[in-house]
């Protein structure tokens, strides 16, 4: 059983930046995709941005120029640097990973870090 452990989250005025780190453990098969959604109070979960296994990268049109994913694949680990922060980017932020067969979808969640962006 696959487990994905996020770290980084915490309390940051706007404008400031956080990065999540987000590292898999008990990992047998290989990690396709890895991903960062969020979830605002009273908001549906949304993907928030992707990244393939050869580094193809998508991203929310809300946080295009300001968020970065990326993944160290010896490690593991998927990151998210999130800049300029908004007090509307506040949720809590959980990291998934598509493991297995090539193109399947997300299957394991971790279990989310609290970011809040104050004003």
């Known amino acids: 059983q696959v487990q994905l452990v996020e770290s980084g989250g915490g309390l940051v005025q706007a404008g400031g930046s956080l990065r999540l780190s987000c590292a898999a453990s008990?990992?047998?098969?290989?990690?396709?995709?890895m991903g960062w959604y969020r979830q605002a109070p009273g908001k549906q979960r949304e993907l928030v941005a992707s990244?393939?296994?050869?580094?193809?990268?998508k991203y929310i049109d809300s946080v295009k120029g300001r968020f970065t994913i990326s993944r160290d694949g010896a490690k593991n680990t998927a990151y998210l640097q999130m800049n300029s922060l908004k007090p509307e980017d506040t949720a809590v932020y959980y990291c998934?990973?598509?493991?297995?067969?090539?193109?399947?979808?997300?299957?394991?969640w971790g279990q989310g870090t609290q970011v809040t962006v104050s004003e």
């Open positions: 990244i393939t296994s050869g580094g193809g990268t």
């Open positions: 008990n990992v047998v098969f290989r990690i396709n995709s």
């Open positions: 998934a990973a598509a493991v297995g067969l090539p193109n399947s979808p997300f299957n394991y």
